[in-house]
Structures are given as C-alpha cells and as structure tokens.
C-alpha cells in the first residue's frame, strides 16, 4: 500500500484544518520543505501537497512551495487545491509534481479534465472526490455539489480516469478511523479503480484494515504531526 503523507499549506506554512473547516487552522511547521525532507529521510516515497490558499481562491497560490519541495526531494508529488485551468496544470508539472488532483474541477469543467487526460494520460491525473454524506464537496470543501460519488466515479471511469482520492470530510482530522463502509463500497462497485483513501487515519491498526483490503494507497495528515504514530512504524506498510 502506498503510504502517502499529507502537507497542506496555507500562508507558506505546513497546516492541518478539522473537517476542512478553515477556522480551526492549526500550524504544525513553520516551512513544508523541512517537513518533506523529514518525510524523505524515514524512508517515505511519495507526499500529497494541498494548496489550500489556492482551493480557496480558485487559483494556484502556493506554487513557489511546490517547486521547493520539488527541487530539494526526489519524492513522487501529488498536487492539488486551485486548479482551474490549463496554465494551473501545466504550472504544476513544470514546478515538479508527478502528479495533480483535481476534483472541483472535475465537477465544475469536465470537459477539461478529459483534455488534460487526453494530454497528460491517465497514470498524470488523479481525480479528488472528497464527500459529505456522499456528495461531492468541492472548492475546499466549502460548497456541496449535487452529484452523488458513486454516479461521479463511473462517469469518470468511463472517461479513462484510473486513480482516485476519496476524503469523507466528516472523518477528516478528527482522528476516528477511516470511512471502512464507504472505500469497500467504492472497491467493491469498481474494482479497477486505484483507490487512494484520506482522512481519519488515527493508528497503525486503521493502516492494517486498509491494507488488508487491498487499499491502494492511503493519505495520513493529523496522524502524523499530532504523532499518533512515528514515521519509523510506517515502514513495514510502505511499497
């Protein structure tokens, strides 16, 4: 299982928010960069970076950050929060993510999501469906689509998408364990699907559950800055 840590950034900084409200804002770190080599010293391959200024303001915001992270570590980035367009993407890329994830996009322009697939290949775009009560939230989290998630992933599948990042919000920081029901329903409708579960995770047996049910990846956030767990007992879960 790929065992994928989160650095979401507000103002330059490394924060981490509860149920993706932005009130309750709490830096952990002062600069990402550090957090991230940190990550890359304990063995960690991969790093989910959220560009939360950015998910805001529809616009990529932090990408200096990116490109830091990016240059001072050979970690596998996943990047999202603010893109909207085809400059954010490809901004993106050339500031050293292997990777973005777009999810309100993927509602609000899915014309274009196909392009950049078409562009870019599947293995490039990862598509965020972050829930409340099953569905889709989007723009930070601060407004509520009305598009159901297991209608958005086949619709997605269909059009070529092969990975995802599922977040049920009510889960996130609050460190009570993962949505189990909800990810074994998504692999259990799409088997193909690269499921990428996030939020909750608050111990090394959430880690175990997931794993055992073939989970391919997963995003840990609070788990780690709040050290419900050391990075040293990551190891053993990291592919």
Partial sequence: MHIIPAIDIIDGKCV???????STKKEYRGNPVEVAMEFEAAGIKRLHVVDLDGALKKKIVNLSTLEKIASKTDLHIDFGGGIQSDQDIRDAFNAGARQITGGSIAIKNPAMVEAWLAEFGAEKIILGADVKDRMIAVSGWQENSKVEIFPFLE??????IKY???????????LQGPSF??????????????????????SIADL???AEANTYGVIIGKAIYENAFGLN??????L
């Fill in 208 to 210: 175990e559950k997931l």
């Fill in 155 to 160: 619709d997605y599948l269909q059009k070529g």
């Fill in 181 to 202: 029901e909800l990810y074994k329903e998504i692999m259990d409708a799409f088997p193909t699907l690269n499921l990428i579960a996030s939020g909750g995770v608050s």
């Fill in 164 to 174: 995802t990042i599922c977040t049920d919000v009510s889960k996130d920081g609050v």
């Fill in 16 to 22: 981490r928010l509860t149920r993706g409200d932005y």
């Fill in 233 to 238: 007992e990551l190891e053993k879960f990291i």
